[in-house]
């Protein structure tokens, strides 16, 4: 029996049936070559016996995602063990909020608070225990040491950790796609992730890693101007960002799925350079578009425009999105999500508040949401979606939300169009 799964050319009407119809006969085709090569190979050790040959099952492809709502059935979730502050360099100083400049001069290099660490290992093992109890397969990346130091030409810095699978893997169908990121101290990120990786690519995945940069001096803006949040949003509107054209760079995070469609925005971590070697390597299969929000920091996209279902987004009030209409236009329902109710005081070196809205869908009726946000978990509850609570707050400080905090490798689904 042949199962098919991941279609990377869509699964709807004619087109369905012309892929199914040519992997059956790849399938058939590849099987009577087999049969011939081994009744030939018996044939010559053995020439009074024939072989019998039985028809082959195909594998189903274990890794197969095409948006953020279908049903999920596998997950990778980070590690928050021996998490390390990034060196405070001018990328990671342009990302981040003058309030927490300290603790990065203080911590930069080394590793988080130990008693707030602990905690946030406890909350996403948790996490993980509850995806299970959903009935999700968990996977995990390996633990690294990220306080050894790592030299290139171009520069030396230590590592930062394997928290966020969101920033660096990118499931595209069948494909996964590693980011080339634009931290230095995530050069190297993706050497947690790569005993899954391998794992999946010999059950018949597909697996991509995108141009790694030099990040030397020239991929950023040594003179990047930054002083208020005012400065922030002229920059950001004019186009400006810490990160150059020099050479092409993306985190994964900046990207958003909805089947044949991904939206993307540029960044202080993704540049146009990254968004269109992403538009050429999926052309043209898919779709990607560039989209814009009223950011002073933008930064992945997933605590701004958080695509929920079928056409459903949450669009973040505090930062629109200026080419709103065109989501409205294609019979889109944007949700402006309310405001998150996390204490002013809770540390979040790395991230905003707005990451009560980075949510992960588990499937269309079902999300995990952030157990202190009532008001959001109401929000859902009159959408018709259940509300799977859980407390990552500690965790929440590394970074990142539920979305952040993960990469679904597969989700029961076909690839489709949400987007005309």
Known sequence: MLRVRCLRGGSRGAEAAHLIGAMLGRSV????????QSASSAAAAQPHHAEHVTEPVEQECPVCSHNEWDPLEEVIVGRAENAHVPPFTVEVKANTYEKYWPFYQKYGGQSFPADHLKKAVVEIEEM???????GVNVR?????DWSLEYKTPDFTSPGMYAAMPRDILLVVGNEIIEAPMAWRARFFEYRAYRPLIKEYFRNGAKWTTAPKPTMSDELYDQDYPIRTVEDRHKLAAEGKFVTTEYEPCFDAADFIRAGRDLFVQRSQVTNYMGIEWMRRHLAPDYNIHTISFKDPNPMHIDA????????????????PCRQIDMFQKAGWTIVKPPTPLIPDDHPLWMSSKWLSMNVLMLDEKRVMVDANEGTIQKMFEGLGIESIKVNIRHANSLGGGFHCWTTDVRRRGTLQSYFD
């Open 128 to 134: 993980c225990n509850i995806l299970r109890q959903e």
């Open 304 to 319: 701004t425009f958080n695509i929920i279902g079928p056409g459903l987004v949450l669009s973040n009030p505090d930062r």
């Open 140 to 144: 995990r990346p390996e633990p690294i």
């Open 29 to 36: 085709t590849g099987w009577v070559q087999k049969a011939f």
